[in-house]
């Protein structure tokens, strides 16, 4: 930025503090607050969801569409690409991972024999820049799942094979924890279900249940190793029953004190995960998110300020479940540039918390509990005009990250020099 720029976004800075004040809001505050969020990049928009230890297809009901040229062809370009993405990104990151990443040197080391050893590298990069991992269980595009089904799968071998996957991957989770210094959220997503209605929906949940309680049957420190699981509401080749329903994982969550992971399109078009946030709070441990964006069906289009990414952002910041709940995003555009994915879908949960945060929550809430609904529709309408996009600006500015677009220059540049190689 030059000069120039530097003052323009003070002095609309200082209009906005103002303004902020006058309503009770203190804009330094929030700043130094949305500054301790973490949000967790996950790292299958890098390459298409390819994962490192196979060359098959991907399957499980997921389909990545777009042939933007520069796709990541292995760890080290992966990683080179975060490194650029987090720098454009205010705030604090972390990096969410897929079993399918691990780096064996080389060998091959089939997903129910991997170790940390294999992860090594991720281990070493993140301690470098001191952020955290998650971790992810990988239940599809294996040999082994290719009749869509794993945990519940009525051969006896090939169930066995994804527990020892799950035990191995929540193994993983925890060396990254202890490593790192902060907990792995290790989470559990199946792709079991069938295209056409089934006859006996209850086995397969009954088979499920057994799996993962033997999975989850180590006892593994909780200051290193979060685990959750996650529901579906349908995929490609499971549009007539999924084993692992919410209804199903909300019990099993609750019964054996497990977290709950919420993937914003796994759910009905008119279900909103942000009403579902205080209910399940009270009962659960903790809960994570996995912040998408669905377009008529669980599509995992980039985030965007939408209203819903907003009405989550609010019920986190309403609710006091910032440090409760785990924000991480889950998306995958092949049509774009991934870099830029990544950049556009972190500054969208960050303007979201943003906007939550600006809001004069005890004005509000006074209004409400006296029962003055017709001033707490008002404020809330005039709030969306209120000029946010300052304070976002300033605070970017002061954590080192391009404000406006201009992070675009970088991503050019970089596609130039780098990416365009790979193609």
């Not at 820049?129 to 599809?140: A, M, P, V």
Request: aromatic share 8%; charged share 25%.
């Amino acid at each position: 930025m030059n000069k120039q720029t530097d003052q323009s976004i003070a002095a609309a800075y200082e209009l906005a503090r103002e303004r902020y004040a006058e309503i009770g809001v203190d804009t330094e505050q929030v700043m130094e607050r949305l500054a301790d969020v973490v949000i967790s990049l996950h790292c299958w928009q890098g390459d298409d969801v390819g994962g490192l230890d196979h060359g098959g297809d991907l399957d499980g009901g997921l389909a990545v569409t777009g042939n933007y040229p520069g796709k990541a062809r292995n760890g080290d370009e992966l990683r080179a690409d975060y490194d650029l993405a987090m720098s454009l990104i205010p705030g604090k990151q972390r990096l969410n991972l897929q079993a399918m990443y691990s780096e064996p040197d080389g060998k091959r080391v089939d997903r129910n024999a991997l170790e940390p050893e294999h992860f090594s590298r991720w281990m070493d990069w993140a301690a470098e820049r001191e952020i955290g991992l998650d971790f992810n269980g990988t239940f599809f595009s294996h040999p082994k799942a290719d009749d869509g089904f794993t945990l519940a799968h009525r051969d006896e071998g090939i169930r066995r094979f994804w527990i020892e996957h799950g035990m191995a991957s929540r193994r993983i989770a925890a060396a990254m924890g202890r490593r790192l210094g902060t907990p792995s959220w290790c989470n559990v997503w199946i792709p079991d279900g069938y295209k056409d209605l089934p006859v006996d929906r209850r086995a397969p949940r009954e088979r499920l249940t057994s799996a993962l309680d033997e999975m989850f049957g180590e006892a593994l420190d909780p200051s290193h190793v979060r685990d959750t699981v996650e529901s579906k509401l349908f995929g490609i080749g499971s549009e007539s029953y999924v084993v692992g329903s919410y209804d199903y994982y909300v019990g099993y969550a609750i019964s054996r004190r497990k977290g709950l992971c919420l993937d914003m399109g796994h759910y009905h078009p008119t279900e909103s995960i942000a009403d579902k946030l205080t209910a399940l709070i009270m009962y659960l441990d903790g809960l994570l998110l996995h912040v998408s964006r669905g377009v008529h069906w669980d599509s995992d289009h980039v985030v965007i300020l939408s209203d819903e990414v907003r009405m989550l952002a609010e019920e986190l910041v309403r609710g006091e479940m910032l440090d409760r709940v785990a924000i991480g995003l889950d998306f995958f555009d092949g049509s774009i540039n991934r870099v830029a994915a990544y950049v556009i879908g972190a500054r969208a949960m960050s303007k979201a918390l943003l906007l939550a945060m600006l809001q004069p929550l005890e004005k509000l809430r006074a209004m409400e509990h006296a029962g003055d609904l017709t001033g707490r529709l008002a404020w809330l309408e005039d709030l969306k005009t209120m000029p946010a996009g300052a304070v976002w600006d300033a605070y970017c500015a002061r954590r080192g990250s391009p404000p406006g677009t201009r992070w675009l220059d970088d991503v050019r540049a970089y596609e130039t020099k780098v990416l365009a190689a790979r193609a």
